[in-house]
């Protein structure tokens, strides 16, 4: 080891390791989750994660380098997006390409309801 942490590096290593234990709760979260590994941030393209609010009990899709800010080497500003309203696109957006898959191969195959 070499040379002393300034008061303003050791609370911004406390931070990134705090970060990435947050980071951690997130990931096995979500292991189940339909989302976790289909959504991506729109502004930046880095991957979205599940957050939980614990204030307000509702969970948010958080986009990475907004989430682990400190970490990021682009943070970004993308504000979190209630998860509901991510697994309906996500939900929305798998039928519409099964669909799509079923009427150009095989005609057969019932249309999936919704
Ligand atoms: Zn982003």
Same mark, same amino acid.
């Given at each position: !080891?070499?040379?002393? $942490?300034?008061?303003? &590096?050791?609370?911004? %290593? ?11 709760? +997130?990931?096995?979260? /979500?292991?189940?989750? %339909?989302?976790?590994? $289909?959504?991506? #941030? /729109? ?6 994660? @599940? ?9 948010? /899709?958080? #986009?990475? =380098? &907004? $989430?682990? @800010?400190? &970490? ?13 309203? %991510? @697994?309906?696109? +996500? +939900?929305?957006?798998? $039928? !519409?390409? @099964?669909?799509?898959?079923? =009427? ?11």
């Amino acid at each position: !080891m070499q040379g002393i $942490l300034t008061t303003a &590096e050791w609370s911004q %290593l406390q931070n990134a390791l705090d970060e990435r234990r947050r980071a951690q709760y +997130v990931r096995i979260l /979500g292991r189940d989750s %339909l989302t976790l590994d $289909l959504m991506f #941030c /729109g502004k930046c393209r880095a991957k979205i994660y @599940r957050w939980h609010n614990k204030d307000t009990g509702k969970t948010y /899709g958080r #986009c990475r =380098n &907004e $989430l682990k @800010r400190s &970490e990021a080497a682009q943070p970004c500003n993308m504000p979190p997006i209630p998860y509901e309203m %991510l @697994r309906e696109a +996500v +939900v929305a957006d798998i $039928l !519409m390409q @099964r669909r799509s898959h079923r =009427n150009s191969h095989d005609g057969r195959y019932p249309q999936a309801p919704g």
